[in-house]
């Protein structure tokens, strides 16, 4: 299951969500620059707001309108680059564009991933629909690995954290077949990204949430209440998890307080992929 959507029934015995991000600052990331791709929206635009408060210059890189981008960057007092993540001109771009603004590119969440309705099992999801998630959710990784290590190569030091998903690591009967490869070729390249170029001061780890509560998957699990409480059954805290805990997550890695943290899946799933057997 995707972590870009989610919404779940309430369940008094599930743990309390946490209360939004309170704004305090620690500047762990003052005088860094952090490029997002997916950034206006959802986990992107959570992580947006949690780098800005931790002392971060911000790039939103998203293809949504430029309004949009342009809202989103402004709240954050960033910068918007509108970026097709499939397209190497416009991920080569956004990089560029930070650089020539900030002097450097500090931190890349390489973040844009959809999932899409006609994406089921591989019996029902056509060679179209598998080729447009690989594009968005691998390919898209592979340019902005490719385009944002060399600038880290003359810095000597950054961090690259790449969405993957729980579903890398674990099978689901309610499948999303290229979802789950796409996510899985990104748990692959990071691993391997921060083995690579660990002694040239880049980390690479891959953020393998859960499912996430965002409008998408709300809208989607409105529609079906059954398969959303097939899913949530499954999370030992009996909840899903909300976007700011995701940027949590990718505060510290982005920060040196994980500097010794380098080519791993870094699970922020509710304890999914630890259980046997949930809690009544």
């Keep these: 299951m995707s972590h870009e959507t989610a919404g779940s029934p309430h369940d008094t015995d599930a743990a309390a969500a946490p209360a939004p991000y309170n704004g305090l600052v620690t500047n762990r990331l003052a005088g860094r620059s952090a490029v997002i791709t997916g ?64 002097g450097a590119v500090d931190i890349a969440f390489n973040n844009a991933g959809i999932s899409p309705a006609d994406d089921a099992s591989i019996l029902e999801t056509g060679i179209d629909a598998w080729r447009r998630v690989q594009e968005v959710n691998l390919t898209s990784v592979y340019y902005c690995c490719k385009h944002v290590i060399p600038y880290m190569q003359e810095q000597g030091r950054g961090s690259i954290i790449n969405t993957a998903s729980f579903v890398a690591l674990m099978g689901a009967a309610t499948s999303q ?74 505060a510290f890695l982005a920060s040196d307080d994980s500097s010794f943290i380098t080519a791993s899946q870094f699970l922020v799933d509710g304890g999914i992929a630890g259980a046997y057997v949930t809690p009544l």
């Design 177 to 250: 077949i290229s979802y789950s490869a796409s996510k899985g070729g990104v748990l692959s390249m990071s691993r391997e990204l921060g083995v690579e170029f660990a002694r040239q001061g880049i980390r690479v780890n891959a953020l393998c949430p859960g499912p996430v509560n965002t409008p998408l998957l709300r809208e989607l699990f409105a529609k079906d209440p059954e398969r959303a409480a097939r899913r949530l059954v499954h999370v030992p805290l009996g909840r899903f998890a909300e976007p700011d805990e995701l940027a949590a997550a990718v």
């Design 39 to 102: 950034g206006a929206s959802g986990i992107g635009l959570a992580t947006a707001r949690r780098l800005a408060h931790e002392g971060a210059r911000v790039v939103i890189a998203d293809i949504c309108p430029a309004e949009a981008g342009q809202r989103a960057a402004e709240s954050v007092g960033g910068m918007f680059v509108r970026t097709d993540v499939t397209n190497e001109e416009d991920v080569r771009n956004v990089f560029a564009a930070t650089k020539a603004e900030y």
